[in-house]
Protein backbone atom coordinates (compact mmCIF):
# COMPACT_ATOMS: atom_id res chain seq x y z
CA UNK A 1 0.00 0.00 0.00
CA UNK A 2 1.07 3.57 -0.86
CA UNK A 3 1.68 5.15 2.15
CA UNK A 4 0.80 9.02 2.11
CA UNK A 5 2.62 11.98 4.06
CA UNK A 6 1.39 15.38 5.34
CA UNK A 7 4.28 17.64 5.56
CA UNK A 8 4.15 19.59 9.24
CA UNK A 9 2.87 23.26 7.40
CA UNK A 10 0.58 20.94 4.63
CA UNK A 11 1.75 21.33 1.74
CA UNK A 12 1.53 18.32 -0.74
CA UNK A 13 1.05 14.85 0.05
CA UNK A 14 3.84 12.29 -0.88
CA UNK A 15 5.97 9.72 -0.46
CA UNK A 16 6.98 5.82 -1.07
CA UNK A 17 8.53 3.70 0.97
CA UNK A 18 12.43 4.40 1.16
CA UNK A 19 15.11 2.26 -0.30
CA UNK A 20 18.62 2.08 -0.71
CA UNK A 21 20.78 4.71 -2.38
CA UNK A 22 21.37 4.14 -5.97
CA UNK A 23 24.63 3.76 -6.82
CA UNK A 24 26.01 5.94 -9.67
CA UNK A 25 28.08 3.45 -12.92
CA UNK A 26 31.17 4.34 -13.99
CA UNK A 27 33.19 2.45 -16.88
CA UNK A 28 34.49 -0.66 -15.12
CA UNK A 29 38.35 -1.55 -16.02
CA UNK A 30 39.88 -5.09 -15.50
CA UNK A 31 41.23 -5.81 -12.64
CA UNK A 32 43.09 -8.97 -12.77
CA UNK A 33 41.08 -12.80 -13.21
CA UNK A 34 38.07 -11.18 -14.55
CA UNK A 35 37.64 -8.75 -11.43
CA UNK A 36 35.89 -5.34 -12.74
CA UNK A 37 36.29 -1.73 -10.77
CA UNK A 38 35.24 1.52 -11.11
CA UNK A 39 37.58 3.07 -12.90
CA UNK A 40 36.85 7.13 -13.04
CA UNK A 41 38.71 9.50 -15.41
CA UNK A 42 41.43 11.46 -13.86
CA UNK A 43 41.29 14.62 -14.33
CA UNK A 44 42.77 18.00 -14.19
CA UNK A 45 41.22 21.29 -13.40
CA UNK A 46 41.73 24.40 -14.92
CA UNK A 47 41.15 27.39 -12.61
CA UNK A 48 43.26 30.43 -12.90
CA UNK A 49 43.48 33.13 -10.66
CA UNK A 50 39.35 32.10 -10.23
CA UNK A 51 39.63 29.32 -7.93
CA UNK A 52 37.83 29.65 -4.40
CA UNK A 53 36.28 32.63 -5.73
CA UNK A 54 32.65 32.86 -7.69
CA UNK A 55 33.73 32.71 -11.14
CA UNK A 56 35.82 29.11 -9.95
CA UNK A 57 32.46 27.73 -8.81
CA UNK A 58 32.75 24.71 -11.31
CA UNK A 59 36.09 24.02 -9.76
CA UNK A 60 34.83 24.82 -6.35
CA UNK A 61 32.24 22.13 -6.56
CA UNK A 62 34.32 19.50 -8.11
CA UNK A 63 36.70 19.85 -5.28
CA UNK A 64 34.09 19.17 -2.97
CA UNK A 65 32.20 16.55 -4.77
CA UNK A 66 32.65 14.00 -8.04
CA UNK A 67 31.28 10.83 -8.91
CA UNK A 68 32.67 11.01 -12.59
CA UNK A 69 36.57 12.64 -12.52
CA UNK A 70 39.08 11.78 -10.04
CA UNK A 71 40.28 15.02 -9.35
CA UNK A 72 44.01 15.14 -9.79
CA UNK A 73 44.60 18.77 -9.07
CA UNK A 74 43.72 22.58 -9.90
CA UNK A 75 45.17 25.23 -11.76
CA UNK A 76 45.68 28.59 -10.57
CA UNK A 77 49.04 30.47 -10.19
CA UNK A 78 47.77 32.86 -7.46
CA UNK A 79 47.09 29.83 -4.82
CA UNK A 80 50.44 27.50 -6.31
CA UNK A 81 51.57 25.16 -3.96
CA UNK A 82 48.87 25.06 -1.31
CA UNK A 83 46.04 22.35 -0.84
CA UNK A 84 42.91 23.39 -2.41
CA UNK A 85 40.80 22.21 0.53
CA UNK A 86 42.35 24.52 2.97
CA UNK A 87 42.00 27.82 -0.08
CA UNK A 88 38.41 26.55 -0.16
CA UNK A 89 37.60 26.10 3.54
CA UNK A 90 40.29 25.47 5.67
CA UNK A 91 39.66 21.62 5.72
CA UNK A 92 43.03 19.38 3.59
CA UNK A 93 41.98 17.56 0.85
CA UNK A 94 45.26 16.19 -0.71
CA UNK A 95 44.40 18.09 -4.02
CA UNK A 96 47.15 19.84 -4.62
CA UNK A 97 47.43 23.71 -6.57
CA UNK A 98 49.90 24.09 -9.49
CA UNK A 99 50.83 27.22 -11.02
CA UNK A 100 50.40 26.04 -14.95
CA UNK A 101 50.03 22.45 -16.77
CA UNK A 102 53.35 21.98 -17.35
CA UNK A 103 53.48 21.78 -12.91
CA UNK A 104 50.22 19.78 -12.48
CA UNK A 105 51.29 17.07 -15.46
CA UNK A 106 54.69 16.95 -14.16
CA UNK A 107 53.08 15.75 -10.90
CA UNK A 108 51.69 12.54 -12.34
CA UNK A 109 53.06 9.49 -13.54
CA UNK A 110 51.26 9.34 -16.45
CA UNK A 111 49.49 12.14 -18.72
CA UNK A 112 45.58 12.62 -17.00
CA UNK A 113 42.96 11.47 -19.32
CA UNK A 114 41.19 15.07 -18.96
CA UNK A 115 41.36 18.89 -18.72
CA UNK A 116 38.23 20.34 -17.21
CA UNK A 117 37.57 23.45 -17.75
CA UNK A 118 36.86 25.22 -14.08
CA UNK A 119 35.52 28.36 -14.46
CA UNK A 120 32.13 29.86 -14.90
CA UNK A 121 33.01 33.67 -16.59
CA UNK A 122 29.77 35.78 -16.40
CA UNK A 123 30.78 36.26 -20.47
CA UNK A 124 30.40 32.28 -20.69
CA UNK A 125 33.47 33.09 -23.44
CA UNK A 126 36.96 31.12 -23.58
CA UNK A 127 40.05 34.43 -23.61
CA UNK A 128 42.91 34.15 -25.43
CA UNK A 129 45.45 32.71 -22.52
CA UNK A 130 42.69 30.18 -21.91
CA UNK A 131 42.43 29.29 -25.59
CA UNK A 132 46.07 28.25 -25.54
CA UNK A 133 45.81 25.96 -22.79
CA UNK A 134 43.04 24.23 -23.95
CA UNK A 135 45.38 23.06 -26.83
CA UNK A 136 48.12 22.52 -25.03
CA UNK A 137 46.14 19.98 -22.88
CA UNK A 138 44.85 18.39 -26.36
CA UNK A 139 48.24 17.84 -28.01
CA UNK A 140 49.34 16.01 -24.79
CA UNK A 141 46.51 13.91 -25.35
CA UNK A 142 43.87 14.75 -22.84
CA UNK A 143 40.06 15.27 -23.95
CA UNK A 144 38.51 18.27 -22.63
CA UNK A 145 35.48 18.93 -20.60
CA UNK A 146 34.05 22.43 -20.73
CA UNK A 147 30.87 24.07 -19.29
CA UNK A 148 30.69 27.29 -21.07
CA UNK A 149 28.56 28.77 -23.53
CA UNK A 150 30.99 28.46 -26.53
CA UNK A 151 31.09 25.22 -27.44
CA UNK A 152 34.29 24.22 -27.66
CA UNK A 153 33.32 21.35 -30.26
CA UNK A 154 32.32 23.84 -32.78
CA UNK A 155 35.43 25.67 -32.53
CA UNK A 156 37.73 25.05 -35.50
CA UNK A 157 40.91 25.57 -33.93
CA UNK A 158 40.25 23.57 -31.04
CA UNK A 159 38.16 20.63 -33.23
CA UNK A 160 40.34 20.02 -35.45
CA UNK A 161 43.07 19.81 -32.83
CA UNK A 162 41.11 17.10 -30.95
CA UNK A 163 40.33 15.36 -34.47
CA UNK A 164 44.02 15.21 -34.92
CA UNK A 165 44.75 13.93 -31.60
CA UNK A 166 42.25 11.23 -31.22
CA UNK A 167 40.53 13.42 -28.02
CA UNK A 168 36.99 14.05 -27.34
CA UNK A 169 35.48 17.30 -26.24
CA UNK A 170 32.41 17.18 -24.01
CA UNK A 171 30.30 20.58 -23.93
CA UNK A 172 28.18 20.11 -20.94
CA UNK A 173 26.32 22.63 -21.80
CA UNK A 174 25.82 22.21 -25.57
CA UNK A 175 21.38 20.96 -25.75
CA UNK A 176 20.07 18.23 -27.59
CA UNK A 177 19.01 19.29 -31.71
CA UNK A 178 15.48 21.14 -31.26
CA UNK A 179 13.80 18.26 -32.97
CA UNK A 180 14.58 15.96 -30.22
CA UNK A 181 13.79 18.61 -26.88
CA UNK A 182 10.33 18.34 -25.09
CA UNK A 183 7.79 20.97 -24.41
CA UNK A 184 5.99 20.43 -20.93
CA UNK A 185 2.95 18.24 -20.36
CA UNK A 186 2.47 17.97 -16.93
CA UNK A 187 3.63 14.67 -16.54
CA UNK A 188 5.76 15.45 -13.76
CA UNK A 189 2.31 15.76 -11.70
CA UNK A 190 2.26 11.68 -11.80
CA UNK A 191 5.62 11.65 -10.14
CA UNK A 192 5.26 10.47 -6.32
CA UNK A 193 8.37 11.24 -5.16
CA UNK A 194 8.82 14.56 -2.86
CA UNK A 195 10.30 17.15 -5.35
CA UNK A 196 12.54 20.14 -3.10
CA UNK A 197 13.97 22.75 -5.34
CA UNK A 198 17.04 24.50 -3.94
CA UNK A 199 16.52 28.23 -4.77
CA UNK A 200 18.63 31.25 -3.46
CA UNK A 201 19.02 34.71 -3.12
CA UNK A 202 21.31 35.00 -5.95
CA UNK A 203 23.91 33.02 -8.53
CA UNK A 204 26.75 30.94 -7.20
CA UNK A 205 25.61 31.23 -3.70
CA UNK A 206 25.81 27.23 -3.09
CA UNK A 207 22.76 26.24 -4.02
CA UNK A 208 24.76 23.06 -5.66
CA UNK A 209 26.57 22.31 -2.62
CA UNK A 210 23.38 22.75 -0.16
CA UNK A 211 21.57 20.34 -2.78
CA UNK A 212 24.66 17.73 -2.79
CA UNK A 213 25.09 17.34 0.56
CA UNK A 214 20.94 17.01 1.08
CA UNK A 215 21.29 14.43 -0.67
CA UNK A 216 23.61 12.60 0.44
CA UNK A 217 22.25 12.77 4.30
CA UNK A 218 19.00 11.67 3.47
CA UNK A 219 20.50 8.76 1.68
CA UNK A 220 22.74 7.87 4.70
CA UNK A 221 19.44 7.91 6.76
CA UNK A 222 17.81 5.79 4.04
CA UNK A 223 15.54 8.06 2.76
CA UNK A 224 16.46 7.44 -1.17
CA UNK A 225 17.29 10.79 -2.85
CA UNK A 226 17.72 11.42 -6.34
CA UNK A 227 19.80 15.09 -7.25
CA UNK A 228 18.23 16.22 -10.48
CA UNK A 229 21.20 19.14 -12.03
CA UNK A 230 20.18 22.35 -13.52
CA UNK A 231 23.98 23.61 -14.28
CA UNK A 232 27.13 22.58 -15.78
CA UNK A 233 28.60 21.78 -12.66
CA UNK A 234 26.31 19.71 -11.01
CA UNK A 235 26.48 17.37 -14.53
CA UNK A 236 30.06 17.73 -14.42
CA UNK A 237 30.07 16.60 -10.86
CA UNK A 238 27.98 13.42 -11.61
CA UNK A 239 24.33 13.99 -11.68
CA UNK A 240 22.70 10.96 -13.17
CA UNK A 241 19.28 13.40 -14.57
CA UNK A 242 19.97 16.94 -15.69
CA UNK A 243 19.97 19.44 -17.76
CA UNK A 244 21.75 22.62 -18.56
CA UNK A 245 18.86 24.30 -18.57
CA UNK A 246 20.59 28.18 -19.27
CA UNK A 247 21.27 26.73 -22.95
CA UNK A 248 17.57 25.55 -23.49
CA UNK A 249 15.85 27.40 -25.97
CA UNK A 250 13.07 29.07 -23.28
CA UNK A 251 10.10 27.19 -24.90
CA UNK A 252 11.76 23.66 -23.91
CA UNK A 253 13.43 24.67 -20.83
CA UNK A 254 10.17 23.23 -18.24
CA UNK A 255 9.99 20.38 -20.68
CA UNK A 256 13.14 19.27 -20.66
CA UNK A 257 13.58 19.50 -16.41
CA UNK A 258 10.07 17.63 -16.42
CA UNK A 259 11.19 14.94 -18.48
CA UNK A 260 14.52 14.80 -16.15
CA UNK A 261 12.47 14.54 -13.34
CA UNK A 262 10.21 11.62 -14.88
CA UNK A 263 13.35 9.65 -16.04
CA UNK A 264 14.55 9.91 -12.39
CA UNK A 265 10.83 8.99 -10.62
CA UNK A 266 10.77 6.11 -13.08
CA UNK A 267 14.18 4.54 -12.84
CA UNK A 268 15.00 5.04 -9.46
CA UNK A 269 11.74 4.94 -7.45
CA UNK A 270 12.83 7.84 -5.03
CA UNK A 271 11.23 8.92 -1.62
CA UNK A 272 12.89 12.63 -2.53
CA UNK A 273 13.87 14.08 -5.78
CA UNK A 274 16.06 17.62 -5.09
CA UNK A 275 16.19 19.66 -8.32
CA UNK A 276 19.36 22.00 -8.13
CA UNK A 277 18.49 25.46 -8.48
CA UNK A 278 20.03 27.94 -10.46
CA UNK A 279 20.16 32.27 -9.89
CA UNK A 280 17.51 33.85 -8.24
CA UNK A 281 13.85 34.44 -9.17
CA UNK A 282 14.23 38.10 -8.46
CA UNK A 283 17.27 38.26 -10.01
CA UNK A 284 16.67 40.43 -13.33
CA UNK A 285 19.73 38.72 -15.40
CA UNK A 286 18.12 35.38 -14.80
CA UNK A 287 15.17 33.36 -16.07
CA UNK A 288 16.27 29.74 -14.93
CA UNK A 289 14.78 30.32 -11.51
CA UNK A 290 11.36 30.49 -13.10
CA UNK A 291 11.42 27.57 -15.14
CA UNK A 292 12.73 25.12 -12.09
CA UNK A 293 9.80 26.38 -10.41
CA UNK A 294 7.32 25.43 -13.66
CA UNK A 295 8.93 22.72 -14.95
CA UNK A 296 9.48 21.10 -11.38
CA UNK A 297 6.36 21.94 -9.77
CA UNK A 298 7.75 21.30 -6.06
CA UNK A 299 6.47 20.53 -3.29
CA UNK A 300 8.88 22.78 -1.31
CA UNK A 301 11.46 25.05 -1.56
CA UNK A 302 14.79 25.40 0.75
CA UNK A 303 16.08 29.06 -0.05
CA UNK A 304 20.34 29.11 0.07
CA UNK A 305 20.94 33.23 1.21
CA UNK A 306 24.37 35.16 2.00
CA UNK A 307 24.09 37.71 4.69
CA UNK A 308 26.90 39.61 4.07
CA UNK A 309 26.40 39.68 0.29
CA UNK A 310 25.24 43.39 -0.42
CA UNK A 311 25.16 43.05 -4.02
CA UNK A 312 24.40 40.69 -6.63
CA UNK A 313 27.46 38.91 -7.77
CA UNK A 314 28.77 40.31 -11.12
CA UNK A 315 26.13 43.52 -10.75
CA UNK A 316 27.62 45.84 -8.38
CA UNK A 317 24.47 47.96 -9.05
CA UNK A 318 21.94 45.21 -8.03
CA UNK A 319 21.69 45.30 -3.94
CA UNK A 320 20.58 41.57 -3.23
CA UNK A 321 16.97 41.01 -1.72
CA UNK A 322 16.26 39.83 1.71
CA UNK A 323 15.26 36.29 2.34
CA UNK A 324 11.88 37.30 2.99
CA UNK A 325 11.23 39.08 0.22
CA UNK A 326 12.75 36.37 -2.04
CA UNK A 327 10.12 33.56 0.15
CA UNK A 328 7.11 36.17 -0.77
CA UNK A 329 8.01 36.07 -4.55
CA UNK A 330 8.92 32.06 -4.68
CA UNK A 331 5.74 31.15 -2.57
CA UNK A 332 3.57 34.34 -4.85
CA UNK A 333 5.14 33.10 -8.41
CA UNK A 334 4.24 28.85 -7.69
CA UNK A 335 2.26 26.94 -5.54
CA UNK A 336 5.12 25.65 -3.15
CA UNK A 337 6.00 27.09 0.46
CA UNK A 338 9.89 27.61 1.53
CA UNK A 339 10.10 25.00 4.54
CA UNK A 340 13.97 26.49 5.39
CA UNK A 341 16.69 28.73 4.53
CA UNK A 342 20.70 27.72 4.07
CA UNK A 343 23.26 30.15 4.39
CA UNK A 344 26.29 30.87 2.60
CA UNK A 345 29.00 31.99 5.30
CA UNK A 346 31.59 33.50 3.35
CA UNK A 347 32.57 36.70 5.03
CA UNK A 348 31.25 35.39 8.25
CA UNK A 349 32.69 34.31 11.64
CA UNK A 350 31.76 32.11 13.69
CA UNK A 351 29.81 34.26 16.02
CA UNK A 352 28.45 35.59 12.88
CA UNK A 353 27.03 32.79 11.32
CA UNK A 354 25.18 31.13 14.93
CA UNK A 355 23.70 35.19 15.00
CA UNK A 356 22.51 34.83 11.82
CA UNK A 357 21.13 31.28 12.71
CA UNK A 358 19.24 32.24 15.70
CA UNK A 359 17.92 35.87 14.44
CA UNK A 360 16.70 34.61 10.76
CA UNK A 361 14.97 31.52 12.01
CA UNK A 362 13.41 33.68 14.86
CA UNK A 363 12.73 36.70 11.94
CA UNK A 364 11.02 33.80 9.39
CA UNK A 365 9.47 31.14 11.79
CA UNK A 366 11.53 28.43 9.37
CA UNK A 367 14.76 26.64 10.38
CA UNK A 368 17.67 27.97 9.45
CA UNK A 369 20.96 26.23 9.00
CA UNK A 370 24.46 26.08 7.35
CA UNK A 371 25.34 23.20 5.54
CA UNK A 372 29.18 22.98 5.30
CA UNK A 373 30.09 25.00 8.90
CA UNK A 374 27.20 23.29 10.82
CA UNK A 375 26.34 19.55 11.46
CA UNK A 376 24.62 17.97 8.85
CA UNK A 377 21.90 16.65 11.18
CA UNK A 378 20.13 20.30 10.87
CA UNK A 379 19.51 19.83 7.59
CA UNK A 380 18.26 16.70 7.75
CA UNK A 381 15.90 17.76 10.49
CA UNK A 382 14.83 20.91 8.53
CA UNK A 383 13.22 18.64 5.84
CA UNK A 384 11.94 15.88 8.80
CA UNK A 385 10.13 18.85 10.46
CA UNK A 386 8.08 19.71 7.10
CA UNK A 387 7.81 15.94 6.41
CA UNK A 388 7.78 13.66 9.53
CA UNK A 389 6.34 10.87 7.58
CA UNK A 390 9.88 10.73 5.73
CA UNK A 391 11.65 9.66 9.27
CA UNK A 392 8.77 6.99 9.62
CA UNK A 393 8.86 5.45 6.50
CA UNK A 394 13.01 4.83 7.41
CA UNK A 395 13.86 1.02 8.23
CA UNK A 396 14.99 0.55 11.56
CA UNK A 397 18.32 -0.52 10.67
CA UNK A 398 18.80 3.10 8.78
CA UNK A 399 17.98 4.77 11.74
Not at 55 to 62: E, S, Y
Not at 205 to 221: D, F
Request: glycine share 8%; proline share 6%.
Amino acid sequence: METKLKPANSIRPIVRVAQAPASTSIEPMQAGLGTLIPSPPSAIVYCEGNFAKIDGKTANGLVRHSEVYRILSIIDSTHSGQDSGLVLEDAANDIPIFENLDTAIADQVAIPDTLIYGMAPSTGRLSLEHRSVILQAISLGMNIVSGLHEFLSDDAEIANAASEHGVSIRDIRKPKPSKDLKLFDGSVADVDALRIAVLGTDCAIGKRTTATVLAAVLNAKGIKTVLVGTGQTGLMQGAKYGVAMDAVPSQFCCGELEVAIVAASEAENPDVILIEGQGALSHPAFCTSAFILRGSQPDAVILQHAPKRTHRCDFPNLPMPTPESEIALIEAFADTKVIGVTLNHEGMSEAEITEAITSQSQKLGIPVTDALSRPTAHLLAMIIAAYPGLQENVPAAAV
